[in-house]
C-alpha cells in the first residue's frame, strides 16, 4: 500500500507565516521548474532530476522544500517518491496578491480571458 503525505499547512507554519513559506519556496527558478514538471502528471523524484544539472541529493532537498511548503503532494510507491502539484497551496499568495492588488488582478483576469493587452493590442 503507498502512502501519502498531503499537508494541508506547511509544517510548524502559523497562518500569518505561510505565504512566507511558499513565496521563499517559489523563488527559486529550479523549484519553480519543478512545479511545472508535475503540473499535470505525478512523476518520480529521478524523473524530475533528469531535468536538471543538479545532483540528486539538490533535487531531493528543493522537492522537501516545494512539500513543506504545501505545493507538492508526495506518495510511496515501494522505493520510489512520486510527485503532483497541489495548487491550492498557492491560495495563500493569491489571497495576499489580492490584498495587495484587486483591480489589477481583475483586469489582468479580463485581458488574458479577451486576448489584448494594456495598450489594447491583441496577442
Partial sequence: MAAVTASRQPAGASAASIPDIVLKALADPHRRHMLKLVQTNEMAAGQIATHFDLTQQAVSLHLKTLERAGLLNERR????HMYSLRPEGLDTVRDVLAELWPDALTGLKRAF???????GKTK
Avoid: A, L, P
Avoid at 510507491?77 to 520510489?80: F, H, L
Fill in 77 to 80: 510507491d515501494g522505493t520510489r
Fill in 113 to 119: 480571458e479577451s486576448g489584448t493587452t494594456k495598450q
